[in-house]
């Protein structure tokens, strides 16, 4: 039973700061691509950031390169993206995926397991 569960969602004002966790279950960790996606209203959901191979390797999305950064927790088997410097376009429901084996991938049919999501909302 693998299960992903973010938290660290909240009401924020632009240039503020949130830590989002993503926390995994039911997985071997490192065995996983460990994905951000997020999705706005009316809009499709987007890739974030992303790591590979224990954090070695890391991708991000234009939109938070500079901005954002994704690490592990290891002791709580999580996943974290710290994002500083808000912007009220950065207001979306954020999801936590993962996907088996080593490739990245962008899209999220490629994505085997999907959290509940959690809400950043960035005020002007």
């Known amino acids: 039973q693998v299960q992903l569960v973010e938290s660290g969602g909240g009401l924020v004002q632009a240039g503020g700061s949130l830590r989002l966790s993503c926390g995994a279950s039911?997985?071997?960790?490192?065995?996983?691509?460990m994905t951000w996606f997020r999705q706005a209203p009316g809009k499709e959901r987007e890739f974030v950031a992303a790591?590979?191979?224990?954090?070695?390797?890391?991708y991000y999305a234009d939109s938070v390169k500079g901005r954002s950064t994704i690490s592990r927790d290891n002791a709580n088997n999580a996943v974290v993206l710290q994002m500083n410097n808000l912007k009220p376009e950065d207001t979306a429901v954020y999801y936590c995926?993962?996907?088996?084996?080593?490739?990245?991938?962008?899209?999220?049919?490629?994505?085997?397991?999907w959290g509940q999501g959690t809400q950043v909302t960035v005020s002007s």
């Open positions: 995926a993962a996907r088996q084996g080593g490739i990245f991938y962008r899209t999220m049919a490629q994505y085997d397991y």
């Open positions: 039911g997985l071997t960790f490192d065995s996983y691509v």
């Open positions: 790591h590979t191979w224990g954090g070695r390797v890391t």
